[in-house]
Nanobody, 126 residues
C-alpha cells in the first residue's frame, strides 16, 4: 500500500524559512515522479515543484522559483521542500503527491497524480 506522510508545516513570519518532509512507503521513490502541491482557502490546488530522480529533472511553478527547492533522500524514501523567503501568499496546506507528470506544467498537473498525503499547513504572517 502506497502511503505518503507530510510533516514540517508551521507558522512563520514573512521572509522566514521552512522545510517540509514527505515520507513515502509502499514504493521506491526513485522510480516515480514526486511533487509538492498547495491549496489555499478558496483556491485551486496548484503544483509548486516536482522531481523525477530517474533523470534528475526538477520543475518549479514560477512564483516559487529561486525560493523553493525540492530534493530527495532515496535511502530514507523521503522528498523534501525547502522554502525560503516565504511570503504571506505562500500560506496554504501543502500536499505531497506521487506517480504523476513532472514537467514545466507542474502548476496544473494535480489531476495526473495518483497518491496524496494528508497535507501539512503552512502559515506565513505579515
Amino acid at each position: 500500500e502506497v502511503q505518503l506522510v507530510e510533516s514540517g508545516g508551521d507558522l512563520v513570519q514573512d521572509g522566514g524559512s521552512l522545510k517540509l518532509s514527505c515520507a513515502g512507503s509502499g514504493f521506491t521513490l526513485d522510480r516515480y515522479a514526486m511533487a509538492w502541491f498547495r491549496q489555499a482557502p478558496g483556491k485551486e490546488r496548484e503544483g509548486v515543484a516536482c522531481t523525477f530522480v530517474g533523470d534528475g529533472s526538477t520543475y518549479y511553478e514560477d512564483s516559487v522559483k529561486g525560493r523553493f527547492a525540492i530534493s530527495t533522500d532515496n535511502a530514507e524514501n523521503t522528498v523534501y521542500l525547502q522554502m525560503n523567503s516565504l511570503k504571506p501568499e505562500d500560506t496554504a496546506v501543502y500536499y505531497c503527491a506521487a506517480f504523476g507528470f513532472c514537467n514545466r506544467n507542474i502548476a496544473t498537473a494535480h489531476k495526473s497524480y495518483d497518491y496524496w498525503g494528508q497535507g501539512t499547513e503552512v502559515t506565513v504572517s505579515s
